[in-house]
């Protein structure tokens, strides 16, 4: 599978890419607190810093997807706090995950 923001590069490995549909923020956040929590809701205390990091992802789906697999499994809301303040859209878009797992 490949991911692109850039039809002319999909092209290249499928010439009729699928083009995914950009989230709405309140889609985005639903789909965080699905993908950490599953069928348990978000602690109020992470719901703020929780719908700051869904709008960071821009509205891309698998941008909040990754983001997610860091986050899962933590309720320290110091852990979401580091999430937050990372430049995600540094180095033309690229997701730096590295700096969540150090």
């Known amino acids: 599978m490949m991911t692109t923001c850039e039809k002319y590069l999909a092209t290249y490995a499928n010439p009729n890419p699928h083009d995914l549909k950009l989230l709405t923020n309140s889609e985005s ?26 709008e960071s992802c821009n509205r891309v789906p698998h941008a909040v997807v990754v983001i997610a697999g860091a986050l899962r499994g933590r309720t320290n809301k110091h852990d979401w706090e580091r999430v937050l303040k990372i430049d995600w859209q540094r180095d033309n878009h690229e997701i730096q995950a590295h700096h969540i797992s150090s």
């Open 29 to 54: 956040f639903a789909l965080l607190v699905k993908r950490v929590f599953g069928k348990r809701n978000c602690p109020v205390e992470l719901v703020e810093l929780g719908e700051k990091i869904a």
